[in-house]
């Protein structure tokens, strides 16, 4: 049954962010619902099944994006890994918490991925994280929040994390 | 009060550990072979994921058109939507008929002028953009099973989109015209200066490595030099707004408006062939089928 959800999670995600999240898009900036979901698995699920998903999610977007197949796979599984781990160290999270931290997640992935651009020299870098790195965060960390509060408010969260 | 979760045992979390570090290893150290790997997965990954792709694309296609058609602007839309198709089509005839002209005079002189056949192409629609935001891409219908392979050149009647990066059974991305990492051989029409367009951050191109001599001025047109990668030549490219000339520099750089609105693409062609290579392909395939006498 959760195999079936995960699937289902995974192909859904192309559509929702390859034709319709660009409709919602800020200045041309659109959240990264792949991220999210490998955030929210990772903490509900726990690191193995974060780490699982993060990289179907990762490997499935690559096939939609220009970007490299190890970048995708590295934070998308990586994310998914880290809020699995990191979510048994709180004893208890918030909208606002998860957002935040989903927000530094994102940034550190983004930053990765900036890094990973060789053409880039300091000032086109500085450009790069200050208009798309960092609202793709905040976009994230609001994203990510927003969904953990409709969860929260629709289903026992506690329940969930301990089941 | 929340709890902590301890649903997952010590033996899940160190396997999860575990398979992450190899995986972190592999990918540095056997990247081809893990990418080689997963390419056998992705065709048929390609056409499961193409099934919901295909169908909210559509969807989303159907709202717009009927949002365009009948709340919007009823009459006005249509009639706007088939001049523009007509301004674009012009666009690219006029382009063509400018290359032409110039290309007639010098071409004419040479004694070992060659008739060119069309190149092939292969119409696409366009249901995606790129999933992150870090690339300027789009996501076409078609893909392998319908002969599209990366380095293919793509466009629209009015110019350069851009170039396919990316192929799975079903789908294939094309790298346009304005992100940074494309690089496109360029001509200036007028003076025939050749040099390198690529992107830039802020979603426009520039034109890269023009000789230092050259006589470019705001508003000569740039189109490709058809020497290398998947376009012929004399596509409409983009149209010069500025020029970079700076002191001690090999070169000089000029930035370019995209002659497509790539922000706005529905549809697009893909290059199969450029110039010259369909009539060798047909000759060889004419060889080959004949029965010999």
Not at chain 1, 104 to 113: I, P
Not at chain 2, 103 to 123: D, H, I, N, S, Y
Not at chain 2, 133 to 138: D, F, S
Not at chain 2, 252 to 273: C, F, K, Y
């Amino acid at each position: 049954m959760k195999f079936i959800f995960y699937v289902i999670l995974v192909l859904l995600l192309v559509p929702l962010q390859t034709t319709l999240l660009p409709h919602v898009s800020v200045w041309n900036i659109k959240p990264d619902l792949g991220l999210v979901a490998a955030a929210l698995t990772g903490l509900f699920a726990g690191e193995l099944e974060g780490l699982l998903v993060g990289l179907a999610i990762g490997w499935v977007l690559s096939l939609f994006s220009a970007g490299e197949l190890w970048l995708s796979l590295l934070t998308n599984g990586g994310v998914g890994l880290l809020t699995g781990f990191l979510g048994r160290q709180v004893s208890k999270v918030t909208s606002i918490s998860l957002g935040v931290g989903l927000l530094l997640v994102s940034l550190a992935s983004g930053l990765l991925a900036a890094m990973n651009f060789k053409y880039l020299d300091v000032s086109q870098m500085w450009w790069m994280v200050e208009s798309i790195v960092l609202p793709q965060a905040c976009f994230d960390g609001a994203v990510g929040a927003g969904l953990y509060w409709l969860l929260s408010q629709r289903f026992d969260v506690t329940r969930l994390r301990i089941e | 009060m929340w709890m902590v979760n301890s649903r997952v045992s010590s033996g899940a979390r160190r396997l999860a550990f575990a398979c992450f570090a190899l995986l972190v290893a592999a990918l540095f150290l056997l990247p081809g072979q893990i990418q080689g790997l997963l390419q056998y997965l992705d065709g048929p990954v390609g056409h499961v994921v193409r099934v919901p792709l295909e169908a909210i694309a559509s969807i989303d296609a159907g709202i717009a058109d009927r949002w365009q058609q009948y709340v919007v602007l009823q009459g006005v839309w249509e009639e706007n939507q088939q001049l523009r198709k007509e301004i674009e089509w012009l666009r690219g005839q006029n382009n063509q008929l400018r290359e032409s002209a110039t290309a007639t005079g010098r071409l004419t002189t040479l004694l070992q002028f060659k008739e060119q056949a069309l190149p092939t192409m292969v119409a696409a629609q366009v249901i995606g953009r790129d999933a992150t935001n870090r690339y300027r891409a789009i996501i076409l219908n078609k893909g392998e099973s319908d002969g599209i392979k990366p380095d293919m050149g793509v466009i629209t009647p009015a110019g350069v989109v851009g170039r396919v990066v990316k192929t799975t059974g079903a789908s294939s991305v094309v790298l346009l015209v304005t992100d940074p990492n494309n690089a496109i051989a360029g001509l200036i029409q007028r003076t025939r200066d050749e040099g390198i367009v690529e992107g830039t951050q802020q979603g426009l191109a520039q034109l890269k490595y023009i000789p230092l001599l050259s006589t470019l001025r705001d508003g000569d047109r740039v189109v490709t030099s058809g020497l290398v990668g998947g376009f012929p030549r004399g596509l409409s490219i983009g149209t010069i707004t500025h020029i970079d000339k700076q002191e001690g520099a090999l070169f000089q750089s000029a930035e370019l408006m995209p002659e497509v609105d790539v922000g706005r693409v529905e549809e697009v062609l893909v290059i199969q062939t450029s110039y010259g290579q369909p009539r060798k392909a047909v000759v060889e395939a004419d060889l080959l089928g004949k029965p010999s006498p």
